[in-house]
């Protein structure tokens, strides 16, 4: 059973061109968790998304970021216009079910640099 | 809000050694889980140890065992007989249960111990 893949594993953009960080869950999942790791820092909650609904993006700054998870295919985080600030690992993780004694599986993360 | 504290930003032990890293949480909770992340050199997020918190009996896999204090509200990792590919960063992190309701699908993660192994 593969694990959660993230693509790409590596993503350089310069300031103000897009990025978008794809997820893919580990087969028979239905949920994906999108993490964010600034330099020095513990991984931080961003959005919660099951399949093509947003269950919960309290974590994601309002503007400029988007999820999605749609009905086939990998989720989605995308970065309009990206800034210095962004750069960070973006962690995806997955589970069978809403998390109770379930754990979330994470992805390698993309590492994104923005010039 | 839940937080979770490591106080130690790094760590040393020599090889075959023991090391204890530190957790302290604070949650109004009576019900969730405590994690261990190990994220080695590669970045990827790799988990070492769960507590459930309604658990009495400390967690133990092989080499790791965690010392969980409910009422002090804290949580070590102890790494037995140390390996050099223990050198790491580990997170510590918790998570509501969910039946306590509210966001219990967010993990909250300290600020990591880097752990270094020497030989």
């Known amino acids: 059973n593969a694990g959660v893949m993230q693509n790409p594993r590596h993503l350089v953009r310069r300031r103000g061109q897009e990025a978008r960080l794809r997820c893919s869950p580990m087969k028979g999942h239905s949920h994906v968790y999108w993490y964010r790791q600034l330099p020095e820092e513990g991984l931080k909650f961003m959005v919660y998304?099951?399949?093509?609904?947003?269950?919960?993006e309290s974590g994601m700054p309002k503007e400029r970021f988007s999820a999605e998870f749609p009905k086939e295919g990998p989720s989605i985080l995308r970065i309009q216009q990206v800034v210095r600030g962004d750069s960070a690992a973006y962690f995806c993780?997955?589970?069978?079910?809403?998390?109770?004694?379930?754990?979330?599986?994470f992805g390698p993360g993309t590492r994104l640099t923005v010039t | 809000a839940q937080t979770v504290t490591q106080s130690q930003p790094e760590m040393s032990v020599q090889e075959a050694e023991t090391v204890t890293l530190s957790c302290t949480y604070d949650?109004?909770?009576?019900?969730?889980?405590l994690f261990w992340y190990k994220q080695p050199p590669s970045r990827q997020m790799i988990l070492v140890i769960r507590q459930e918190a309604y658990k009495q009996q400390n967690a133990t896999e092989n080499r790791f065992s965690v010392n969980f204090q409910k009422a002090a509200k804290s949580f070590s990792l102890k790494i037995s007989d140390s390996q050099l590919g223990d050198a790491a960063m580990y997170f510590c992190a918790y998570r509501p249960n969910l039946n306590s309701g509210g966001s219990n699908y967010k993990l909250t993660f300290g600020k990591g111990t880097l752990l270094t192994v020497n030989p």
């Open positions: 998304l099951q399949k093509e609904n947003i269950i919960d």
């Open positions: 993780a997955s589970s069978p079910v809403l998390t109770g004694a379930y754990e979330q599986y």
């Open positions: 949650t109004s909770e009576s019900d969730y889980y």
